[in-house]
């Protein structure tokens, strides 16, 4: 990216010399003006490549950037395993067979 604003500011200045050479010096308000329009065009042209390969890079970046957030991290991962491994809460086979049962006692006492 330095690359491509030091280019920039080369063919801005390279315009504003130009100008001043041609006589555009009593107007600096006009000498600006027109080299950056000047610089504008010709950047556009001549930088296109640099251009198209710092967008790519951009591009690259910002999808690892998605993708990194998208997994699980540390902690958030752990948990996550442990989680997976508990059983799932609720009533099981094992639990709804009652192992004694306590209304048969209570007659059988009462009697």
Same mark, same amino acid.
């Given at each position: 990216?330095?690359?491509?604003?030091?280019?920039?500011?080369?063919?801005?200045?390279?315009?504003?010399?130009?100008?001043?050479?041609?006589?555009?010096? #009593?107007?600096?308000?006009?000498?600006?003006?027109?080299?950056?329009?000047?610089?504008?065009?010709?950047?556009?042209?001549?930088?296109?490549?640099?251009?198209?390969?710092?967008?790519?890079?951009?591009?690259?970046?910002?999808? &690892?950037?998605?993708? &990194?957030?998208?997994?699980?991290?540390? #902690?958030?991962?752990?948990?996550?395993?442990?989680?997976? &491994?508990?059983?799932?809460?609720?009533?099981?086979?094992?639990?709804?067979?009652?192992?004694? #049962?306590?209304?048969?006692?209570?007659?059988?006492?009462?009697?």
């Amino acid at each position: 990216m330095a690359r491509y604003t030091v280019l920039r500011l080369l063919i801005f200045f390279g315009f504003v010399s130009l100008f001043w050479l041609i006589g555009l010096r #009593d107007n600096p308000v006009l000498l600006l003006a027109a080299s950056a329009i000047a610089s504008a065009a010709l950047s556009y042209v001549l930088l296109r490549g640099i251009r198209d390969e710092m967008t790519a890079k951009l591009v690259e970046r910002h999808e &690892a950037r998605l993708a &990194a957030k998208a997994q699980p991290h540390g #902690d958030e991962a752990d948990e996550d395993a442990e989680t997976s &491994a508990l059983p799932a809460p609720g009533p099981t086979a094992e639990r709804d067979v009652p192992t004694h #049962d306590h209304t048969d006692d209570h007659r059988r006492t009462e009697r």
